[in-house]
């Protein structure tokens, strides 16, 4: 009998199920505090920061495919597994961790929907005792379709069908803020606010699906639009990009160095 088809946007009672079985790994994304405190059964910890190069000015760059490599063979990532990724807060990390599994081609893995906040709200069991997943030995492999670098994003300006998505907050956007030497934004890039694809009434899940579509046509962007998402690290923007993956948007890439990196250098154009 064929196992029924995991979605790629998981609600808490549809993880219930899920919990003992042998082919499903539970990531938890938090701090080591949060795990500490408290995480899903079974889940095992695996540190955000090994996901980011984290050096100046362009914190949210890759990690080299060595380093990445050895960062999921110690979670145990491997090609018979389903991942299920969340985190303790919005679940920006937990997004970045799976946009990061389709830059290394590894494409079955789901979200919690509204992470852990969600998980306690339906009533969850959780667990204190630390989990450890046996090392893999899978060798990972470049997927260039979920990337956009500088050089990409600069060809872009300008393209019709191409359509620039700044998760950052309106404020930033607008060049009243910015952590980077220069403020504004990609030019052509329109602001979907990342935290604005939450129901913050609903225990952080997103918001219904005909609720994002009508947030994201507003600002212009179709579904046969080609999608690239950035923010400040490609945090929030990864966010974004499980956003649109969930709703059946197709051709979406993650703009890593984001705003950290084109507002550092002045070479750039802006708005």
Known sequence: MTKPVIPYLLDP???YPLLNRPDIRIVDLGTPDNYSKGH???????????????TRPASG??????SLTGTLRSAGID??????????????????????LEAVFHQTHSLLNG????????????ETTPNRAPHSTLDFHPDDRVI????????????????????????????LKSSSARRGHIPGAVNVHWLDTINHDHARRLHAPEVLTDMLENAGIQPGNEIIVYCQTHRRSSHSYMMLRSLGYQQVRGYAGSWSEWGNDPDLPIE
């Open 115 to 126: 992470g852990m906040p969600a998980w306690l709200a339906e009533g969850g069991p959780i």
């Open 61 to 66: 760059l890759l990690p080299g495919l060595p």
């Open 79 to 100: 090609r018979k597994t389903h991942i299920v990724a969340y985190d303790h807060d919005y679940n920006a990390e937990a997004c970045r961790f799976l946009w990061v």
């Open 148 to 175: 956009a670098d500088r050089n990409e994003v600069l060809q872009s300006l300008g393209q019709e069908n191409i359509r620039i998505l700044d998760a950052r907050s309106p404020a930033e956007y607008r060049g």
């Open 40 to 54: 899903i059964p079974g889940a095992i910890p695996l540190a955000a920061e090994k996901l980011r190069l984290d």
């Open 13 to 15: 009672r549809q993880l």
